[in-house]
């Protein structure tokens, strides 16, 4: 990214010979100003030209991290001491004219944006071109948010497009030589009717479902979470759309996330038009519901976590109260998923364990080492499965750009480790297609402690961490693994079915539908019995 630009300064009184000295001095001064704090001054800013006229100062500037407004801010602090310390020249005005951002490779921007006067773009390079800029502009958070997002989509473009980058940090032994089992689990639940399809990506969890989605969940909370000290809270499971502006949501997963719409009027009676139609002619047409609704205000619960930063958003909290570590398993997320749904495992509502923490950096990432230790025991003991682990960098973390071997990254800063279970049905080991992520832990550092205002009492930084379970793919790939005989379960999961008797399965004239589904519930029916 470079910055290019003319900052014109409006000075007390015209400049006169006498005057030329100091002034050549002091354009020597900006000419520092603009390169302190880089360690390479190639990064600072530098002055390509300048000129006097009468009341006038005209500075060409270009630069390439220092921020353009930045670095017109420098300039005029620069000159405002040299030449009112020596000179007593006061600085009437400023203004930045002709200023330009020039981004390696192709970006889209709007021109409706503010400040975005117009665009050059080929696929080497894009040049916005801004509006001239006052003093107050300047200074304007708005223009700040312009240039960072300017920054990350030239960020996002050096990705190529990829939404993050994976590192295998660790995985286990080979536990199956030959698999217990090569059936997908999704299937099975399907035809032998433990659920039921209720639209696309949703399902019906019959009492049977129901009980094995609990079991694998109240072993997690029992063994990781509880004893890690996590107490239980309710979250709300549908967000005003200003929570997802302050996560971060909106602007990067908005074409994953459901909506919600509030009625236009309580009064039934404005409704009539409506209704009556729909009585008559058993229809109901979205796009007639649409009209009598409002813009959406709502979307629903996404990550599960939002209504934590919520919370602690605009406290102030001191060492006694923290850390805060809370888990979440109210209720449903939801995401569109499109053409990847599948099964239970990629979903549109689904469930899941949410554990959020706050605390001091040390506290977050100690808590986020405990919880890592946890969840490999949980995989590798308590459940007994093939698992691995890798470290995932969303484009948005990876500031340099370049990404660091493996030997050489700190996991302990702001970053997310992902879990993923072999799904014998899918293939083999060395495929990644054979991976199901079923959950991850992340340290946020400031990501949301920044935006929602949490603070600490003593101006110690604050950060947050949080790890979803998502149940139905722990489910899935618990069952991929080992199968649906509890002889072939791990101690922890036979212990639990014969303390809880599992329910009665749903089995009736028309239902499970085919001859198969019946033999597959009779066959899953006589496992969990023996
Ligand atoms: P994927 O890359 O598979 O889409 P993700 O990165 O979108 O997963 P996260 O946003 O990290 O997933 O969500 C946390 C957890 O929530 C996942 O590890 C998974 O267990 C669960 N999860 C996410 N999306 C779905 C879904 N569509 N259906 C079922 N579970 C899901
Ligand atoms: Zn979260
Ligand atoms: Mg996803």
Redesign the pocket.
């Known amino acids: 990214m470079r910055f290019r630009g003319i900052v014109k300064i409006e000075l007390s009184r015209s400049l006169g010979q006498d005057d030329l000295k100091v002034l050549e001095e002091a354009i020597g001064e900006v000419s520092q100003s603009l390169v302190k704090g880089f360690r390479d001054p190639e990064d600072g800013g530098r002055i390509l030209n300048w000129r006097s006229e009468d009341k006038f100062l005209v500075i060409e500037i270009e630069s390439r991290r220092l921020r353009i407004d930045e670095a017109a801010m420098r300039v005029k602090n620069s000159l405002e001491e040299s030449l009112g310390s020596r000179r007593r020249i006061g600085i009437r005005d400023i203004e930045l004219e002709k200023a330009l951002v020039e981004i390696d490779g192709e970006i889209r921007i709007s021109t409706k944006l503010p400040f975005v006067k117009s665009i050059d773009a080929s696929s080497e390079r894009t040049t916005i071109h801004l509006d001239t800029l006052g003093e107050k502009d300047l200074k304007k958070p708005i223009l700040l948010r312009l240039l960072r997002l300017l920054s990350e989509k030239e960020l996002k473009a050096r990705w190529g497009g990829k939404t993050e980058h994976w590192q295998l940090i660790k995985e286990s032994r080979i536990k199956f030589a030959t698999p217990l089992t090569k059936e997908d689990p999704n299937k099975v639940l399907e035809e032998a009717g433990l659920v039921k399809r209720f639209s696309i990506?949703q399902w019906l969890y019959t009492p049977l479902a129901t009980y094995l989605m609990n079991m694998v969940r109240e072993v997690f909370i029992k063994e990781v979470v509880v004893p890690l000290g996590f107490t239980e809270a309710i979250f709300p499971k549908i967000y005003p759309l200003e929570v997802g502006l302050k996560t971060g949501h909106l602007r990067g997963t908005i074409n994953s996330m459901v909506f919600a719409s509030l009625p236009k009027t309580y009064n039934i009676e404005e409704f009539e038009e409506l209704t009556d139609y729909m009585y008559v002619v058993n229809e109901a047409p979205p796009e007639e519901v649409a009209k009598y609704l409002r813009y959406p205000d709502y979307f629903l619960c996404y990550?599960q976590c939002e209504p934590f930063y919520w919370f602690f958003g605009g406290e102030l909290v001191d060492d006694s109260s923290i850390p805060v570590k809370w888990f979440d398993r109210s209720g449903p997320?939801f995401?569109w998923?499109s053409g990847?749904?599948y099964g239970?495992?990629?979903?549109?509502e689904?469930h899941?364990v949410e554990v959020v923490w706050l605390g001091k950096p040390e506290q977050v990432v100690q808590i986020r080492n405990e919880l890592l230790k946890a969840y490999e025991k949980f995989m590798d003991e308590v459940l007994d499965l093939e698992w691995r682990e890798a470290w995932v960098t969303p484009w948005y973390y990876e500031q340099s750009g370049a990404v660091e071997k493996v030997e050489e990254f700190d996991i302990d800063r702001p970053g997310?480790i992902?879990?993923e279970l072999w799904l014998p049905y899918r293939g083999s080991r060395e495929d990644r297609k054979s991976w199901?992520?079923?959950?991850?832990i992340s340290i946020h550092g400031t990501k949301f402690t920044e935006p929602f205002r949490i603070r600490h009492n003593k101006g110690v930084t604050l950060w947050t961490g949080c790890s979803?379970?998502?149940s139905?793919?722990?489910l899935v790939a618990f069952l991929a693994q080992r199968g649906f005989d509890p002889e072939k379960w791990p101690p922890v999961l036979r212990e639990y079915l014969s303390r809880n008797p599992p329910p009665e399965p749903v089995a009736m004239v028309t239902y499970p539908k085919t001859r198969t589904g019946r033999d597959e519930l009779d066959r899953l029916i006589k496992f969990l019995r023996k």
Do not use: C, H, P
């Open positions: 990506g990550a997320s995401r998923e990847g749904i239970l495992e990629r979903v549109i689904f899941r997310t992902d879990f199901l992520e079923v959950g991850n979803g379970f998502g139905q793919r722990w």
